[in-house]
């Protein structure tokens, strides 16, 4: 893959991951969608993870410039927007990053400033499309997610579950290409 993406994990996503027992899920995220980043200020909220075990996943942990701590503290964001979401909204905004997170409000002030953004369930969905798990394996995940989480409510799993019907259907009906000539 030439052109891999930026990904800037907010606590909630890591956190999550880590809880359903399916942290090393996002090193398939960090080896084929793309570059998975963590804020220094959100490895501190995330119990057993160490910068040793993100470097062992691929995982690049990064301390925001002083450029972007300036710009975090002068964000004009809900005041309820922790510290650790102002530097994930701030590294991903001035980097040109993909903010992953599953919390309304950072998603919110992300659309409002034109960063990219996307929810920790559409990271299964774009392991799916990568061939990397099956969607039955996505499925289980997003149980797991929802389970220790606490944060995706029913619409959004049933959003993803007909995303992923989707993806499936669009998968038989892709023709398979000959393996060889005549």
Same mark, same amino acid.
């Given at each position: 893959? #030439?052109?891999?993406?930026?990904?800037?994990?907010?606590?909630?996503?890591?956190?999550?991951?880590? $809880?359903?027992?399916?942290?090393?899920?996002?090193?398939? @995220?960090?080896?084929?969608?793309?570059? @998975?980043?963590? @804020? &220094?200020?959100?490895? !501190?909220?995330?119990?057993?993870?160490?910068?040793?075990?993100?470097?062992?996943?691929?995982?690049?942990?990064?301390?925001?410039?002083?450029?972007? /701590?300036?710009? *975090?503290?002068?964000?004009?964001?809900?005041? $309820?927007?922790?510290?650790?979401?102002?530097?994930?909204? *701030?590294? *991903? +905004?001035?980097?040109?990053?993909?903010?992953? =997170?599953? !919390?309304?409000?950072?998603?919110?002030?992300?659309?409002?400033?034109?960063?990219?953004?996307?929810?920790?369930?559409?990271?299964? #969905?774009?392991?799916? !499309?990568?061939? +990397?798990? =099956?969607?039955? +394996?996505?499925?289980?995940?997003?149980?797991?997610?929802?389970? #220790?989480?606490?944060?995706?409510?029913?619409? @959004? /799993?049933?959003?993803?579950?007909?995303?992923?019907?989707?993806?499936? &259907?669009?998968?038989?009906? =892709?023709?398979?290409?000959? &393996?060889?000539?005549?």
């Amino acid at each position: 893959m #030439t052109d891999k993406a930026s990904l800037i994990l907010d606590a909630n996503v890591v956190i999550s991951y880590n $809880d359903a027992g399916i942290l090393w899920v996002l090193s398939l @995220v960090n080896k084929h969608i793309g570059q @998975v980043y963590i @804020v &220094t200020a959100v490895l !501190e909220e995330v119990r057993d993870l160490s910068d040793v075990d993100c470097a062992r996943r691929g995982f690049k942990v990064i301390k925001p410039t002083p450029l972007e /701590m300036s710009h *975090a503290d002068k964000l004009q964001v809900p005041r $309820d927007l922790s510290g650790v979401d102002r530097k994930c909204l *701030a590294v *991903a +905004q001035e980097r040109n990053y993909t903010c992953v =997170t599953n !919390e309304k409000r950072l998603r919110k002030s992300c659309e409002k400033r034109a960063v990219k953004c996307r929810g920790g369930l559409g990271l299964l #969905t774009l392991l799916c !499309e990568k061939h +990397q798990i =099956t969607t039955n +394996q996505a499925k289980e995940y997003a149980v797991k997610l929802k389970k #220790t989480s606490g944060r995706i409510s029913e619409p @959004v /799993m049933q959003e993803f579950f007909e995303g992923l019907g989707q993806l499936e &259907t669009r998968s038989r009906n =892709t023709p398979e290409l000959p &393996t060889s000539p005549g």
